[in-house]
């Protein structure tokens, strides 16, 4: 494996030709804003609450209009990107990172040697930058850090997959000697009692002060507590938000104040609902909140707060202007989602950046392109939409399960279908298989059919995104029944009857924090003899298509039955 200084001296030593600035009105925008006016005291901003839909609905025909300003005001634009996941080139070769470069740089603009790092704009991270492809865990993040430098990001919050990985890599060699800092108010180092990150940086861009404060949020800090207890001491997220926001306010220290939290949330339908909603509620002096983590794609508004939704996996990023007059009147700030290109269906829309390419192409040779053999091939999508509503079996998880009872060797199989992520279409790489699988091991256990009944009811809630994917068993369930009571019956797959007390020899996803582990209950406890196979589920998937040369076998028949389907509560197919 090469070093970093090898990435650093190519990230250093290639420059681009200035390509001519793209007009901003090239941009897709996805997100519409009109005015409303903050409740904040320093700023005044637009934004409206919009439903905005996963990017398998295709981006809006509706422009922003707003994103103008009067000729005697400084702009900046602020970018926020989360939940990257190192995806810095799609699994069938599509260049994810270059058409992400190609997009901000039509807002940004680059600077000579073609990065945009720029004056007028601010590049942000809201966590779950670097983890889950095995090759950017082999290259320690580095190609998908020179790549975000390279696009100009100068800070990002902590997202629960970089307690996944290991702080001490993140800290020390990811990002170590990084322009991309890590910004964090709530996490003590246990050994100095003192704040492990600077709690808040406030950047000066085009003449305009703009604070950014960030925090571990609920869902980081459960990864926290589960994989580093010992390194940081946790505190309240809402009051050191809140502390810092009246700091930088009453010390008139900043513009405009942002917050970015790796917290969840999305807009349906209207309802607002997820943990960066209940945060935005409690926070007082904030002009925006940047969320992460449920990969959902929303501008709304809470407590004159605007909350901002980025996506996931480089499909685009939300797109702050922030105007501020010379006549001392609030600053204004207006938001929209901007796409990327849609490279699956005309990869030409995409100009190569020579810069991003070359430490893509460093970072296969490294490996010597092992994680993207392609190692079997599908025509259709196979997909996480569930077949029969609320709950049923999926083309993706039966093909998962499938593979994994076959490399255990159980009876039956098990996966929560929560964690089930990703499409499989066209080629297929090891790659492919780590993210629709992430970080799970393979987990084997004896339990009675009472007890694995009683663990699944956790899955069969109303309005609940959990679910589960079965082999060898099928579960008939009915939702008009009182939740805790809704698994009718558990049989075989051949439909022999299984008795109570009868003891079955199951596979399961196994899990590596007690917050992903939590719908299916007591799993772990030792009286079932659980075994931690150490193998990852995409490998037994990986096993499954080379013991079948290739080709997808998924068999459909009906594993998951609700008996009662003219009594649905809601519909969960496809959900992520």
């Known amino acids: 494996m090469k070093s970093k200084h090898l990435y650093g001296s190519i990230f250093k030593m290639l420059v681009i030709v200035t390509i001519v600035m793209l007009a901003f009105t090239s941009c897709t925008p996805f997100i519409v804003s009109t005015d409303t006016t903050s409740e904040t005291t320093a700023s005044k901003s637009q934004t409206t609450e919009t439903e905005a839909q996963s990017n398998e609905t295709g981006a809006s025909d509706v422009v922003d209009e707003s994103l103008g300003e009067p000729a005697d005001a400084r702009t900046v634009d602020i970018i926020e990107i989360t939940d990257f996941h190192a995806q810095i080139q799609a699994t069938n070769f599509f260049p994810v990172a270059s058409a992400l470069y190609q997009e901000v740089k039509k807002i940004t603009g680059a600077s000579t040697d073609g990065s945009l790092l720029t004056d007028g704009s601010l590049v942000l991270g809201c966590g779950d930058l670097f983890d889950v492809p095995p090759m950017s865990k082999e290259l320690n993040g580095l190609p998908t850090r020179y790549i975000l430098e390279r696009i100009g990001m100068e800070m990002t919050a902590l997202g629960n997959h970089e307690f996944y990985w290991d702080m001490d890599i993140i800290n020390n060699i990811t990002l170590g000697d990084s322009q991309i800092q890590i910004l964090c108010c709530n996490l003590l180092d246990t050994n100095t009692n003192e704040l492990f990150y600077e709690p808040y940086k406030i950047y000066e861009k085009n003449g305009v002060k703009i604070a950014i404060i960030s925090a571990a949020g609920k869902e980081t800090l459960a990864a926290q507590q589960d994989r580093a207890p010992e390194k940081f001491i946790a505190l309240d997220p809402v009051t050191e938000i ?301 096993e499954y298509l080379h013991k079948n040369n290739g080709e997808f076998k998924i068999e459909l028949n009906n594993r998951i039955e609700n008996i009662n389907m003219e009594n649905v509560v809601t519909d969960n197919s496809g959900r992520q």
Request: proline content about 2%; some cysteine; charged content about 25%.
């Open 242 to 542: 809140n502390k810092y926001a009246a700091q930088i306010r009453e010390g008139k220290m900043a513009d405009v104040v942002l917050a970015v939290v790796h917290d969840g949330g999305n807009v349906k339908d209207g309802v607002k609902s997820g943990e960066i909603f209940e945060l935005a509620k409690q926070l007082q002096g904030i002009d925006a909140l940047y969320a992460g983590h449920s990969h959902k794609i929303y501008v709304a508004d809470e407590n004159g707060i605007d909350v901002l939704g980025g996506g996931k996996h480089g499909e685009g990023f939300i797109h702050t202007r922030i105007t501020v007059s010379n006549d001392n009147s609030a600053p204004v700030l207006t938001h929209e989602f901007v796409y990327a290109p849609d490279i699956e269906s005309d990869p030409e829309l995409v100009e190569l950046d020579s810069v991003i390419e070359s430490i893509i192409a460093q970072a296969h040779e490294d490996t010597n392109y092992a994680y993207f053999d392609i190692i079997g091939t599908t025509e259709k999508d196979i997909t996480k939409d569930m077949l029969v509503s609320p709950y049923g079996e999926s083309e993706l998880g039966n093909f998962v399960t499938d593979a994994m009872k076959d490399f255990a060797g159980t009876e039956a199989a098990i996966h929560s279908h929560k964690q089930l992520h990703n499409i499989l279409t066209g080629n297929v790489t090891t790659t492919t298989l780590a993210n629709v699988s992430r970080k799970c091991k393979l987990w084997t256990l004896e339990i009675p059919k009472s007890d694995l009944k009683s663990i699944l009811e956790n899955t069969f809630k109303d309005n609940s995104d959990s679910g589960v994917q079965v082999s060898g068993l099928k579960i008939k369930y009915d939702m008009t029944r009182p939740e805790g009571d809704r698994i009718v019956d558990i049989i075989r797959g051949d439909g022999t009857a299984i008795s109570d007390d009868e003891v079955l020899f199951i596979a399961i996803n196994g899990r590596a924090t007690k917050l992903q582990q939590e719908e299916f209950g007591a799993f772990d406890d030792p009286k079932y003899n659980v075994v931690i196979i150490e193998v990852q589920i995409s490998d037994t998937m990986a």
